[in-house]
Structure formats: C-alpha cells, structure tokens
C-alpha cells in the first residue's frame, strides 16, 4: 500500500505542475506569437508609410528626370536605421536613385520593381510600393529593412521562461499541500473499494468526513455499491436481450445485403442504358451536324455563286437578299457548332491538374488581341494565380468569358481588362472586369441560359451560347459564376472552380 500511496502523490504532483507548465506554455505561446504578429504589422505599415512617403518627395524628381534629387531624398533615410537600402525606380522600370546605409556593402538591387507587395527573408524585409501622381504610375520605390524577429523572440523566450522558474516553485508548494488534503480520503475509498471486490460483501460503506467533492465521491462510491446487485441481474437481462438484437441485426444485414445486390443489378442495368443513351446521343449529334451542315452549305455556297456569276443581272434588293440568306447560313453554321460544343461539355473526360491560370489568361489574351489588331488592350492580370482544375475545360470558360470583355468593349478608345481574385460576400472568387457597355442587372438571371442575349445581334454578333458554355464547365467543376454590372460602366464576371467549403 506505500507503493500505491507514494504512486497516487506523485501523480498528484505530476498533474499540477503539468498543468501549470502547459497553461504557462499556452498562454507564453499566445504572447508571444501576439507579439511576433504586432511587430510584423507594425514593420510593414511603417516601411509602407516611408515609402509613400518617399515616392511622395520623389514625384518631382521623376517628373523632371532629376536623379540627384532622387539620391538626395533617399539620403534622408539615415536617421532611419533600420532601413539597410532604398531605390527608386523609373516608370520603365529601370534603377533611377539608390541609397544604402553601408555603401561598402554589395547587396544588389532587384532588376525589375514589383508590385505594392513585401517579403520577408530570412531578417530582411523587401518592399515595393508604387508612386502616384494624377492617376498615373510615375516610379516605385524599393526598401529592404531589418526585420528583427529573432530578437523580439529571444526576449520573449527569456521573459517566458522567467515566470514559468516562478509559476513552478509555486505549484511545487501547492502540489504538497493538495496531497495531503485531497489523497488520504481518496486512498481510503481505493482500500475499501480493493476489500469489497475481494470479499464481495456489499454491505460495506464509505465514511463520508467533508461535504466537498471527495464527501461527494464517498456518497457516489455508497451509492456505486448499493446498485451493484441490481446492476447484476440487470446486466443479465440485458445480455439475454443483447442477444436478441444480436440475431435480428444479423437478418436485417442479410436482407440489406439482398437489397444491395438488387440495388447493384439495377445501377449496372442503368448504367448500360446510359452507356447506349450516350452512343445514341454522339450519333444524333453526328447526324445533326451532317445532315444540317450540307443544305446550309449549298444555300451559302449558291447565293455566292449567284452573286459573282449574276450580278449584272440582279439589282440591289436581289443582291441584298442574296446577302442575307448567306449571313443567316452562316449564322446557323456557327449555331450548329456552338450547340455541339456546349453538349459536348458534359460528356467531356474531366481530369484535374495544378493550373497557371494568370498565365492562360495571358496566352488567351495574346491570342484575342492577334485576331484584334485594331483594338488597343490595357490588360492587369495578377501572377501566381494557381487552381486545380481541367486545364481544356477551363481554357474553354476563359475564351468565352474574354472574348465577351473584348467584344463587348471593343467600341471603346481603349478596351482594359483586369483578372485576379478577391474576397466577394465572403467567398474568394476569381474576377475578370472589362470597361465595355455593359448591361442592366435586372436582366442578370438571363444571362447564363442558352440563345439569350442582352444585345442586337447587329451591333455585336454572336449566337448567345458562349456564357451558357462558361456556367456549365464551372458547374462542372463544382463552382458559380455570376455577374455584376451598368450600363456603359463595363461588367465583372466571378467565378469559382470548387466547392465552397463548410464552415
């Protein structure tokens, strides 16, 4: 019994000082990562507001060319000392004034200026920040500072460790008084409890001493032990209707067997009828597109022929209509094709990989602007933008939904483009924005549904599947996709590619 004695003690011990440790290390975690985050935060808005400062008192020197005002300017960042380097740089991104606080130093400079963004490496912190001046980007200004995150951890590291020598010499104390309080009265329930298990003599009792928990423990031990032999003969019954149960589990699993079996036949029978559904399908669409195709092309290819083997003979009135049945057979052709396309989406092999999509929308852009010469594109695509997605099915969407901003603003001086991502009504969407005519958002639920249009075909030509196209791939994916717009204020498309995730 001194084993046990002595064992119950220690674990008494063990657990306050366990406690005490693990709140300590808790809570000193807490700060200190607290504290790590407030001075990140607080380094990144003071070198944010010098640099704004900076290309504030830089703009003039930009404007005129005057590089030894630049150099002087970032010579006033001596009085700070955290600051290691600074550079200017001009609108075309090349070096226009440097400074660093060591001059013997070798630190390069970055070749090309970033955008408003920072780094950290290692204990230096890197930070671009554009200069403004009415409206227009005239330079950057480039700041590498000290980040001294390994002493403000060394500091809290030894504060922490400090209250926690103190916080243990105190449990220490406290753990010794509990044992004597709290262990005897337990102990003595442990004997009782060893005595009644070896003579099975239910008549036993606990002596209850206090009215605090361990008398609470005393009256739910006596009370443990009255309802032993009860717990007895109940158990009994219970085993008797365990068994019971038992069985009619046992038949109900062979009955759910018999019905999965059943239910396996008939996803194999359906599964057939899909499979003959979906040859059935490709044939009609072949049908379709060849039986369809051929008087479209002979109606096309006879109006052209009447117009260059008879022209002499027609008047204007047959010339126009000869015009028209030609652009309404071509006009079907490219239904025909754009119906195909859209019902071919869903029966499309679907297969996920890591996708750039910043760098697809700069390949579909460079695509449309060769096609477009005319137009003159201001495009701002955020890099990095990467998804895990179908990369043909998401090059699909993203034709669609830049063809539109270039159709739709190409009436324009000047047609911008943006793409990247941002947080709208608490879902991260990927956004493409475009300054063309835009459209009234009352006429938004119609603007996903096939062969609907919310402009003339005579001002801007198309045949209304393209967006039914984008809302079926991101639907395949598991995603939305909406709109908002104005009139003549240009349009925003957000889209998703995977399912929102449960909060």
């Not at 899909?274 to 060849?290: D, G, I, M, T």
Request: hydrophobic share 40%.
């Amino acid at each position: 019994m001194k084993f046990a004695l002595h064992s119950l003690r220690q674990r008494v011990f063990a657990g306050v000082l366990l406690t005490t440790v693990s709140a300590l290390l808790i809570a000193g975690s807490v700060i200190v990562i607290k504290e790590l985050s407030n001075y990140r935060e607080r380094i990144i808005q003071d070198m944010t507001s010098q640099a704004d400062l900076m290309g504030f008192a830089s703009t003039p020197a930009l404007l005129f060319n005057d590089q030894k005002l630049g150099e002087n300017n970032l010579a006033l960042l001596k009085a700070r000392p955290q600051i290691l380097s600074a550079a200017i740089y001009s609108p075309s991104g090349k070096l226009f004034a440097t400074y660093r606080r060591n001059p013997s130093a070798n630190n390069d400079f970055p070749e090309i200026p970033g955008a408003d963004d920072y780094r950290i490496q290692g204990d230096r912190l890197h930070l671009f920040r554009r200069i403004v001046a009415d409206g227009e980007i005239v330079g950057t200004v480039y700041l590498e500072a000290h980040y001294r995150v390994r002493e403000i951890l060394w500091q809290q590291a030894v504060l922490m460790l400090s209250a926690m020598g103190v916080a243990l010499v105190i449990s220490m104390l406290l753990s010794l008084w509990l044992q004597a309080r709290l262990t005897g009265p337990i102990l003595k329930i442990a004997r009782l409890a060893h005595r009644i298990a070896r003579e099975r003599d239910y008549a036993l009792r606990a002596e209850k001493t206090t009215d605090d928990e361990i008398g609470t423990l005393a009256d739910a031990f006596n009370d443990l032990v009255a309802e032993v032999e009860r717990s007895k003969n109940e158990m009994r019954r219970s085993s008797e209707e365990m068994q019971r149960q038992i069985e009619d589990r046992r038949q109900a699993e062979l009955e759910v067997q018999r019905l999965n079996e059943e239910l396996e036949q008939r996803v194999n029978e359906r599964t057939d009828e899909l499979e003959r559904a979906n040859k059935e399908l490709e044939a009609f669409s072949y049908s379709v597109s060849h039986d369809l195709r051929a008087p479209l092309r002979a109606i096309d290819g006879f109006s052209q022929a009447l117009l260059e083997d008879y022209a002499n003979d027609l008047d204007a009135t047959g010339k126009n209509y000869l015009g028209c049945a030609r652009s309404a057979a071509q006009r079907m052709g490219r239904l025909i094709d754009d119906l195909l396309k859209l019902s071919r989406i869903n029966r499309a092999e679907f297969h996920r990989s890591e996708v750039d999509l910043s760098a697809m929308v700069e390949e579909v852009l460079d695509e449309l602007c060769a096609r477009h010469p005319e137009q003159t594109v201001v495009r701002k695509i955020t890099s990095g933008l990467t998804e895990d997605c179908d990369p043909q099915l998401v090059r699909i969407a993203l034709e669609n939904i830049l063809g539109n901003a270039m159709k739709y603003s190409g009436k324009r001086e000047q047609t911008a483009i943006e793409f990247g991502m941002r947080n709208y009504k608490g879902k991260s969407s990927y956004f493409i924005q475009d300054n063309g005519v835009g459209f009234e958002m009352k006429y938004a639920d119609k603007l996903f549904g096939a062969f609907q249009r919310l402009h003339s075909s005579n001002d801007y030509p198309g045949t209304g599947i393209g967006l039914a196209t984008v809302q079926r791939i991101v639907h395949r994916h598991g995603g939305e996709v909406w709109a908002e717009s104005a009139l003549d204020r240009g349009s925003t498309f957000y889209f998703t590619l995977k399912p929102e995730e449960p909060r």
